[in-house]
């Protein structure tokens, strides 16, 4: 014979209710980020920019891309060649890493960056001091190091380190380690200037979304390694990190920079996780280039 009252067995029910939905909340609450710890390669044979050739065409047909494939493999004097071309074509077969603007290339600098640029050039050119010279052969930064991670010609490579609060990503290229901080929402005061600027992350389900400001006036990286792209302190870039698979990272970026840029821009890579993590780029004090190219420099007429 049932002796609880219908009411009490209504309260018990409901707090049951609660308490497993309460418990629910909670699984989720602790349902793990996805882990980018590791080692990883951005190198491919996709350029930042479309190639004037392709530019009409976003994406390479399997047969043009298997024709790409077969030239980084050749010995010849293209500099596709010379590439180290990693996962080369990307699974996306994008003829690009930009993908807005839709015509895969960067947008035009504003007058001031452009001449800004134009002045960098002269002077790696012609350095008549270290200051003239590039921030990587000063040993200072390398631009893989920046948001947004732009490839390079090699040793585009990273070791990512993943705690509750941070996530550490270490460049190859000098060595260099940007910090993403996941315990603070907001950014270091404006004063604060950086060359990797100050980088902010949180998660959006499965994706990691950073977003770096506090940049420094970049006064001396227009051009630098090839002119890859210029910023300045009002560079704001947004980064989406997903797993498209345990070994895979699906890389989005976002930049606006109204004094560099006339427009924002965006683009997408993936990163292939490697065996090994990256060797030590030994940049340091040893290195002769900079005072020998600066004695040829100065000595030429």
């Given at each position: 014979m049932d002796t609880i009252p219908s009411s009490r067995r209504r309260i018990t029910a409901g707090f049951f209710r609660v308490l497993a939905f309460s418990t629910a909340l909670s699984a989720v609450a602790q349902t793990p980020h996805p882990d980018f710890s590791g080692a990883w390669s951005s190198a491919t044979a996709i350029p930042l920019e479309r190639p004037a050739k392709l530019k009409n065409q976003p994406f390479y047909t399997p047969e043009q891309a298997a024709q790409v494939l077969k030239k980084t493999r050749g010995a010849d004097d293209d500099p596709v060649?010379?590439?180290?071309?990693?996962?080369?074509?990307?699974?996306?077969?994008?003829?690009?890493?930009?993908?807005?603007?839709?015509?895969?290339?960067?947008?035009?600098?504003?007058?001031?960056?452009?001449?800004?640029?134009?002045?960098?050039?002269?002077?790696?050119?012609?350095?008549?001091?270290?200051i003239d010279m590039g921030l990587q052969d000063r040993c200072l930064l390398f631009p893989t190091s920046v948001p947004p991670m732009i490839p390079y010609r090699?040793?585009?490579n990273y070791q990512i380190v993943q705690t509750g609060d941070a996530v550490m990503v270490q460049a190859e290229m000098i060595h260099e380690s940007r910090i993403i901080r996941l315990d603070r929402s907001s950014h270091l005061p404006s004063t604060v200037r950086q060359w990797l600027g100050d980088s902010v992350g949180h998660w959006e389900g499965a994706t990691l979304v950073v977003e770096t400001t506090n940049f420094n006036d970049a006064g001396g990286f227009y051009g630098d390694a090839g002119g890859m792209y210029g910023w300045d302190r009002n560079m704001h870039v947004v980064e989406r990190f997903s797993l498209l698979d345990a070994n895979t990272i699906l890389y989005r970026f976002e930049v606006e920079d109204p004094t560099a840029y006339t427009q924002p821009w965006k683009g997408e890579l993936t990163m292939n996780r490697v065996l090994n993590p990256p060797f030590e780029y030994a940049c340091h004090e040893g290195n002769r280039d900079l005072p020998n190219i600066l004695k040829l420099s100065t000595s030429q007429p």
């Open positions: 060649s010379r590439l180290e071309t990693g996962s080369l074509m990307q699974p996306s077969l994008r003829t690009s890493l930009i993908t807005d603007p839709p015509n895969g290339l960067l947008p035009s600098l504003t007058p001031a960056a452009a001449a800004a640029k134009q002045d960098r050039l002269k002077r790696l050119q012609n350095p008549s001091s270290a090699y040793n585009s």
